[in-house]
């Protein structure tokens, strides 16, 4: 039994349905994509099922195979916590887009730690490099929060998926038309 690969894959927590993206996946492995979700639900069956899990997954020559499940990425965990659906790239020049306390980066950094390959790592550490990573994403690190993004907390978390997808669509459309304009 020797090991074929490590594949990365990105599923909703509880969620998993043998579909596409899986099949994809799963299906040139020889992989039984009901028995993947089976057991991809029973060990996330205590997260919410909007959560996006990275799956790691690794096969072996005689189909069988192995799956760690990690986190969600920093980016998400900090663009929940700023209520933004969109992150720019900011700058330490640019108008910031929303706010992260210490105390949620804290709580971040502590679900990041859990992580396989993050055991070992300091908590100050990661939190370190989640301050960098939100002043990048273009949010501001405070140690409380400042009166202009003080009712961030009124935006529920769960219409910033369909705020995402709607903005995403505006911005590819605006960049047709201007590639359409350009074209002429």
């Known amino acids: ?43 996330t069956s205590k997260v919410r099922s909007d ?7 690794y096969a072996y020559t005689d189909r069988t195979y192995k799956f760690a499940i990690s986190a969600p990425t920093s980016m998400s ?33 502590k679900a990041k730690s859990m992580d396989w390959q993050n055991v070992g790592i300091p908590t100050y550490c990661y939190m370190k490099s989640l301050m960098g990573t ?12 400042p009166p202009e993004f003080a009712r961030r907390d009124e935006t529920p978390v769960e219409s910033l ?6 903005t995403m669509a505006q911005v590819k459309a605006k960049r047709r038309a201007e590639m359409s304009g350009a074209l002429r």
């Open 1 to 43: 039994m020797s090991k074929i690969g490590a594949w990365k894959m990105w599923v909703n927590a509880a969620n998993a349905k043998p579909s596409p993206a899986i099949g994809k996946k799963l299906g040139p492995l020889g992989i039984n994509m009901m028995v993947f979700c089976k057991e991809f639900n029973a060990r």
């Open 51 to 57: 959560v996006v899990m990275t799956v790691t997954l």
């Open 77 to 109: 965990f900090l663009r929940k916590a700023a209520r933004v659906a969109v992150c720019q790239p900011g700058g330490e020049f640019k108008p910031k887009i929303g706010c992260v306390t210490y105390k949620e980066l804290f709580h971040i950094a």
């Open 134 to 145: 939100a002043r990048s994403m273009g949010l501001a690190v405070e140690r409380e929060l």
């Open 161 to 166: 998926d369909e705020t995402r997808e709607t």
